[in-house]
C-alpha cells in the first residue's frame, strides 16, 4: 500500500478544488458585475492543480488567458455544516494560487448563459505555491498578495477586503457540499487582473510567507 502523502503535498491528494468569485469589490466593479449576495461559487478538477515551477497552460480554444491572484485555504480535516464559529479549526494552512481564466470563453458562457467549465476547470489551470501552516499565519485576513509578469508587477491585493471572511465561506461551502481534508478553497481575485501570454513568466506570492514561479505554455493535444 502506498504510504500517504504529507497534507504539504496537498496538490498530490486529488481532492476538491472549490473556487469562490467576485469576494472583493473592486474586481466585481472592474469586471462590471453585481456584488454577490452570497458567495459564488465554482469548482476546478485536481488535474487543474500546477505546482511551483510547473506551467500554466494556455487551452486550444482561448485567446484570451487571465491571470487571477487569490489566496488558497487548504483543509485539514473533514467539514460537513459548520458553523462559523468552528470553520478555521478545519484550516490546514493556505497557499498562493493563480485562478488561471480564459476570459474570451467565460464572455461567452455568460452570454449565453452557460456554466464556466470552460473558461475555469481546464488542465494546469491552477498554479499553486508550496504550503504555509497555519501557524506561520496570525490573520489570513491581512495578508498581501502580489503578482508580476515578466518582472512587471500586474496584480496586488489585501485579504482584508475580501467581502466575505474564510470562515463564512467555509461554513457556507460545508453547508452545500462536505469538504475533505487536503480540498483547497481559492477565495476569489482582487482587482488586477489581466492577460498573459505564451512563454510570459508568472512570479506571485504572499508577502513575507512564500513565493512561486510559473511559465505560461500553450496546450499540446
Ligand atoms: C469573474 C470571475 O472570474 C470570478 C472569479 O473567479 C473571482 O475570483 O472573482
Ligand atoms: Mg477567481
Known amino acids: 500500500m502506498a504510504a500517504p502523502q504529507p497534507l504539504s503535498r496537498f496538490w498530490e491528494w486529488g481532492k476538491n478544488i472549490v473556487c469562490v468569485g467576485r469576494n472583493y469589490a473592486d474586481h466585481a466593479r472592474e469586471m462590471r458585475s453585481a456584488l454577490p449576495r452570497e458567495p459564488l461559487l465554482f469548482l476546478k478538477p485536481s488535474s487543474a492543480y500546477a505546482p511551483d515551477g510547473a506551467p500554466a497552460l494556455l487551452p486550444a480554444y482561448s485567446r484570451e488567458l487571465h491571470h487571477e491572484l487569490e489566496l488558497g485555504v487548504v483543509l485539514g480535516r473533514r467539514a460537513r455544516a459548520v458553523p462559523e464559529a468552528a470553520a478555521m479549526d478545519c ?28 473558461a475555469k476547470a481546464f488542465t494546469a489551470s491552477c498554479p499553486v505555491s508550496a ?20 518582472g512587471e508587477l500586474r496584480q496586488e491585493g489585501d485579504t482584508s477586503a475580501m467581502i466575505f471572511s474564510i470562515p463564512y ?29 505564451e512563454n510570459d513568466e508568472m512570479e506571485a506570492g ?9 511559465r505560461v505554455e500553450r496546450a499540446r493535444l
Open 206 to 214: 504572499i508577502k513575507g510567507l512564500v513565493s512561486m514561479r510559473c
Open 131 to 150: 504550503f504555509v501552516p497555519r501557524d506561520r499565519v496570525p490573520d489570513p485576513h491581512r495578508l498581501k498578495l502580489w503578482l508580476r509578469v515578466n
Open 169 to 197: 465561506i467555509i461554513s457556507y461551502i460545508s453547508g452545500i457540499m462536505t469538504l475533505e481534508e487536503g480540498d483547497l478553497i481559492l477565495t476569489g481575485t482582487p482587482k488586477g487582473v489581466g492577460p498573459v501570454q
Open 91 to 118: 484550516v490546514a494552512g493556505y497557499a498562493l494560487c493563480l485562478d488561471m481564466t480564459a476570459r474570451d470563453v467565460q464572455a461567452e458562457c455568460k452570454r449565453q448563459g452557460l456554466p464556466w467549465t470552460l
